[in-house]
């Protein structure tokens, strides 16, 4: 709300003054008026001063309902984004999100065959090339390079040091040493280094040790792959 201009504050505060019967009857001695003239001059200037204190106060709430009303907007885009990403909780709660939000389970971890050198050491999503990668949670950037058989691969790094893999990425969005915050879009599902298509393989490597299964993990947070 806009401050009152100070002549309509004036009019006010001598209304008020009137009101109070401050107002000095025409037939009062001239001591009488001097008197009282002088204390209405004093229940003006205080009613002037609490009207603009008041006037004050009101662009101060208005300002705090702006940014209050902001902010909700804010929470209510970010909400629906959680909430592609598999995570419906209290947006301020959320500790991790699905690492895209559209695909197929394909190759499990811990699978063996003439595809992997090894024992299949992640979680396979299948999905479009070009599909949005996310980070599953908080953390920092810590490679972006190309990874022989696990072609375009980042690594995402946690708070408590877990490493979090994306590979086969046709593309990245991020630099090593980039803070990013969870939801925050890192790259993009590629069929890059062996890969018999476009998917994501996506390892989590707990103090960036021996490989888990994704699947477990996601579950301790709270998600359902």
């Known amino acids: 709300m806009p401050a009152l201009p100070r002549a309509r504050l004036l009019v006010a505060a001598t209304a008020a003054a009137v009101g109070l019967g401050l107002a000095t009857p025409a037939h009062a001695a001239p001591e009488t008026i001097v008197r009282e003239e002088a204390r209405t001059a004093e229940v003006v200037a205080e009613a002037m001063a609490l009207a603009e204190q008041l006037a004050e106060r009101q662009q101060t709430l208005a300002v705090l309902n702006r940014r209050a009303d902001a902010r909700d907007r804010a929470l209510i885009g970010y909400r629906a984004v959680l909430s592609r990403y598999g995570y419906d909780g209290d947006p301020d709660t959320a ?14 971890f811990g699978l063996t065959g ?17 599909e949005p990668l996310v980070a599953v949670a908080d953390g920092v950037v810590t490679e972006v390079a190309d990874a022989g058989p696990y072609g375009l691969r980042t690594i995402l790094t946690l708070s408590d040091g877990t490493e979090v893999w994306y590979c086969h990425q046709t593309d990245a969005t991020v630099v090593v040493g980039q803070e990013v915050a969870i939801a925050d879009v890192i790259g993009s599902v590629g069929s890059t280094g062996n890969s018999t298509g476009p ?9 960036a ?17």
């Open 95 to 108: 500790r991790a999100v699905l690492p895209l939000a559209s695909y197929d389970l394909s190759a499990g």
């Open 209 to 225: 040790g021996d490989p888990v299964d994704p699947m477990d993990w996601m579950r301790a947070q709270g998600l359902d792959p």
């Open 114 to 130: 003439p595809l992997w050198e090894a024992e299949h050491g992640g979680q396979d999503f299948s999905a479009y090339a070009g």
């Open 199 to 207: 998917h994501l393989h996506l390892e989590v490597r707990p103090a």
